[in-house]
């Protein structure tokens, strides 16, 4: 008998647990939901146009356990492409009202972009990032796995510590202007250094 108890006891346990990590994700849902119609229906706010703010994508979300804030962090793109380092973070409150304290997203990022078809490939920016740090380009490592035409992964090889992911995406140029590059993250094999460097899509030179 009182192993039964125990038992229905735990199964209890188990699914209050497993109805409140539901009602929370549910929640979670609804704040992203919330925090995008906010972002879509406000853009002159930020002194943003529509366009700036119809292709996001949200890259992270959370709660904060003491006061029930729910955060967005949203990205800006173009073209499906991201906008390095264009977040905007939106924090709704538990009453359904929105809170944000700045961002970085690009005005008029449509007309300002210079193009989404890269003149050079994920290889040739890895080899060009390569020698940048030093390293001879017969180092460059070789393609580990394509995810997509805007996103490859390359070995390690002798220049990495660990496999070096290239993405597609939009970056400043020294005059300001959204350029596109590619994104590659290596951690330097030779140092203590962990590199994040672009390279311009069209003219192969460091961003």
């Known amino acids: 008998m009182r192993q039964t108890f125990l038992h229905r006891l735990l199964l209890l346990a188990i699914g209050l647990i497993a109805f ?32 700036d703010v119809s292709d996001v994508r949200i890259t ?16 800006q793109q173009h073209a499906g492409i991201p906008v390095y380092n264009a977040l ?14 700045g961002h970085r997203f690009l005005p008029d990022l449509g007309r300002q972009v210079n193009t989404a078809l890269p003149s050079l490939g994920a290889a040739r920016a890895l080899e060009i990032a390569v020698a940048h740090l030093g390293f001879s380009p017969d180092l460059t490592p070789g393609v580990s796995r394509k995810i997509n035409d805007r996103n490859w992964v390359f070995e390690a ?24 590059a590619w994104k590659l993250f ?22």
């Open 157 to 180: 090889g002798k220049v990495s510590r660990a496999e070096i992911p290239v993405e597609a995406c939009y970056d400043r140029s020294k005059n300001g202007l959204p350029r596109l």
């Open 88 to 101: 905007f973070g939106l924090h709704v409150k538990p009453d359904g009202s929105v809170l944000h304290l």
């Open 60 to 75: 992270d979300a959370y709660v904060s356990k003491h006061n029930g804030v729910r955060h967005i962090w949203v990205q």
């Open 186 to 207: 290596l951690d330097q094999v030779n140092s203590s250094d962990m590199w994040t460097i672009t390279v311009d899509a069209q003219t192969g030179q460091i961003i």
């Open 20 to 51: 409140a990590v539901s009602v929370q994700a549910q929640d979670l849902e609804q704040a992203k939901e919330i925090a995008l119609r906010f972002l879509q229906n406000n853009p002159e706010q930020f002194n943003l146009t529509r366009q």
